[in-house]
């Protein structure tokens, strides 16, 4: 039999027959070796557990309509292909637009957006029913949800009611050039009568000018009115009147002076003088903006706190139906998997590509940064100090493993053993127990990471195959160093021990 | 010239003479037993001879070296390779079994020999256990796998040190049996006892008294 496998023998034969006491040694180096194992599991994983975190606050890039253009679904993507599509966790466009539900006289932001795209850009998003996902469904906040009363599954008629003024404030009569042949349109309150009273309902004409630069056709929008009151003010009787007369400029035309209203419907008849005076160029070739109505079903209503909860959400083609206005968006939201450097540099190609505009969400990614390195300090500090724990666990049984060895290696010293082969039957001993520990610590250090990472981020963790000869290593090296004074002290004793009574 | 020669030795720790200018000669082959009360300088006297103490004055000429003039490491070495010991607690490492305390001996000396240790055992009449721990193993059976450690490397002197002072009478008659056969094979053997029937079984005996060589007595009727 070679020395090797006499020494081999012995310190197994050490640590197996001598269970209790080895089991505490291997045990607080496998703690040790747990928690660092976890632990750098965890520090390494947190950068992108960190960032799917932060993700879930919401988007960190924005894409605008590049200037002097507007944005289109295909110029957004031509602006997300400039971004590694990896790192694209998800890219949500939305449309705002102000919609009405006419029977409760209520206006409402609405947003069509992508929804498969917002469960990604927007996962902290509470959904309670769910995400539409048939055409005439809407999402709608809480607060909506609360002022109208809605209910899952109940039906919301909403309308959209061009915008004439609102949308462009320079397009006022004033400000342009009346020309033969345009097209011109205005709307204003009107009046109606529903289950629940009177409600102000609008009034939408239609007008086209003449060859002498007065009006010459007019048609009047009352979709909303009573049929048998304001509806009149559509027909044929009374719209002639206004054939003729100015338009635009300083023109005013008045009820009672230069129109006859219509008995009954006073408010209607006024609401449409109103609308004329206040009519604004439809643009060419485009069709004249008719208000839209569509009776959507309620999907699922949205808390989230913010903003979102005072939304309804629609898919774009619903958006593009009630509008009439497809392939137009105001913004994308993009939630960008990368480093804050990337995120710039991407930032800017999108911007230099003319495809769009875009802008970082600064806040939520450069506290990402900062919280992240002060984690990642934490974790670094909280393994130091486990190390030095175990050291002086290690240390401290290893000593107590010597005290009450001191018999034998006393005995061994009298049968010739030199200090060279005490210190590395000690050394032995312990550089067994790291490995033993290191790979139990590798093991345990996994689940223990696991747990950590189910508790703090909710999700699984990646296992580090790189991670066990690491902290095999570093167990082996705790374990020497531990090992290093009781070694000293056993080295010391004096074989003549042995000699002495009891 | 003789294997030990002791001259002059005195051991001292402060005012205590735990030794006190003795002199003594061991031949090769002989058997002496050294008495003596407890606090006469047995033990000094036995940790001199087994290398692991040193005497304040005077000279230990072991096999021709003066072990009282070497490092601390080269007593190591002599210890070694020269004496064979056996303790009154026998002293076994005791995870480790009968054959494997055995080869201890061997690891420090040369080369763990299984083969040969359990020939070892086999001689002192523990081949059966030889695969048995300590604690499987009576008083008496340790004793005798001691005396096989003690033999295997073939020392210069088995140094015993009380060690039947653990033992019932069937077992100390066993171990003394063995010490005959050892002798009769030229081992040189020198036992520290307070027994007087362990030292009668020698041919020499040497009393210690306060740390002086007071006696000593001749075994007329050895070897009958």
């Not at chain 1, 965890?42 to 894409?63: K, T």
């Not at chain 1, 009177?198 to 007019?218: H, M, N």
């Not at chain 1, 209503?301 to 903003?307: A, F, K, N, V």
């Not at chain 1, 210190?423 to 590798?442: P, Q």
Request: proline fraction near 4%.
């Amino acid at each position: 039999m070679s020395k090797r496998r006499m020494f081999l023998r012995m310190i197994t034969a050490s640590l197996l027959r001598r269970r209790s006491r080895m089991l505490i040694a291997l045990l607080s180096i496998a703690i040790g070796a747990t928690i660092l194992a976890g632990l750098v599991t965890v520090y390494v994983d947190v950068p992108r557990q960190m960032a799917a975190q932060f993700r879930s606050y919401g988007a960190n890039m924005i894409l605008m309509p590049a200037e002097g253009h507007s944005l289109t679904p295909a110029e957004a993507e031509a602006a997300e292909a400039l971004i590694p599509a990896d790192q694209l966790v998800g890219a949500a466009p939305y449309r705002y637009v102000y919609l009405n539900m006419v029977s409760r006289q209520q206006t409402f932001a609405a947003a069509g957006t992508d929804f498969e795209q917002v469960q990604r850009t927007s996962p902290y998003f509470k959904v309670e029913g769910a995400y539409p996902s048939s055409p005439r469904q809407v999402l709608i906040g809480k607060t909506v949800a609360d002022t109208v009363g809605a209910r899952l599954n109940g039906v919301m008629e909403l309308t959209w009611f061009p915008p004439a003024e609102e949308e462009d404030p320079q397009a006022d009569a004033d400000t342009f050039e009346i020309r033969p042949g345009m097209t011109l349109s205005g709307q204003a309150d009107g009046y109606g009568m529903s289950d629940e009273g009177s409600t102000k309902q609008p009034v939408y004409v239609v007008l086209t000018v003449g060859e002498d630069g007065t009006i010459a056709s007019l048609t009047v929008d009352t979709s909303g009115e009573t049929e048998a009151i304001g509806g009149r003010c559509g027909s044929e009787d009374f719209t002639a009147q206004f054939i003729g007369k100015p338009v635009g400029g300083d023109s005013r035309l008045m009820l009672g002076r230069d129109i006859d209203g219509i008995s009954g419907a006073t408010v209607t008849s006024t609401a449409v003088v109103q609308a004329v005076n206040h009519v604004v160029p439809v643009e060419e070739g485009a069709a004249p903006r008719i208000p839209r109505t569509i009776n959507f079903t309620v999907a699922g209503i949205l808390e989230t706190g913010g903003e979102e909860d005072d939304y309804i959400y629609m898919s774009l083609d619903d958006m593009a139906a009630i509008t009439g206005e497809p392939d137009t968006l105001d913004l994308v939201e993009l939630s960008v998997s990368a480093a804050q450097e990337n995120l710039e540099r991407y930032t800017e190609a999108v911007t230099a590509s003319g495809h769009a505009t875009a802008r970082l969400v600064k806040r939520v990614t450069k506290s990402e940064t900062a919280v992240l390195g002060k984690l990642q300090a934490l974790v670094f500090l909280v393994t130091l100090v486990t190390l030095v724990l175990t050291m002086v666990s290690v240390s401290t049984t290893m000593m107590a493993v010597v005290a009450e060895r001191r018999k034998e290696i006393g005995l061994r010293k009298a049968l010739g053993a030199s200090d060279g082969a005490i210190r590395s039957e000690f050394l032995g001993e312990g550089l067994f127990l790291g490995a033993l520990g290191g790979i139990l610590g590798s093991v345990m250090g996994f689940v223990f990471a696991q747990v950590v990472s189910m508790n703090v981020f909710g999700s699984d963790i990646r296992f580090n195959f790189w991670l066990v000869p690491i902290t095999v290593a570093v167990s082996m090296a705790v374990a020497a160093l531990s090992c290093l004074l009781p070694v000293r002290r056993a080295v010391a004793i004096d074989p003549a021990l042995v000699l002495k009574g009891e | 010239m003789s294997l030990l020669d002791i001259r002059h030795v005195s051991k001292i720790y402060g005012e205590l003479r735990a030794l006190d200018d003795v002199s003594l000669k061991v031949e090769q082959g002989e058997w002496v037993a050294i008495m003596g009360p407890s606090g006469s300088g047995k033990s000094t006297m036995m940790n001199i001879i087994g290398c692991m103490d040193k005497p304040t004055k005077g000279e230990v000429i072991l096999d021709g070296t003066d072990i009282a003039r070497e490092s601390s490491k080269r007593l190591t070495d002599i210890r070694r390779d020269k004496i064979g010991l056996i303790f009154q607690q026998f002293h076994m490492v005791n995870y480790l079994t009968a054959v494997e305390n055995v080869m201890v001996s061997q690891y420090y000396h040369s080369m763990p020999d299984e083969a040969e240790a359990l020939e070892a055992l086999d001689r002192v009449g523990l081949r059966e256990r030889a695969r048995h721990l300590p604690s499987q193993l009576s008083g008496g059976e340790q004793q005798r796998v001691c005396v096989a450690r003690a033999l295997i490397n073939h020392p210069e002197i088995i140094l015993a040190d009380e060690p039947t002072g653990n033992l019932d009478e069937t077992n100390e008659n066993i171990v003394l049996d063995l010490f005959r056969q050892l002798h009769n094979e030229g081992t040189t053997l020198i036992v520290v006892t307070h027994d007087p029937e362990v030292a009668d079984a020698a041919q020499r005996t040497i009393v210690l008294e306060h740390g002086r060589l007071v006696r000593e007595v001749i075994n007329e009727h050895f070897g009958e």
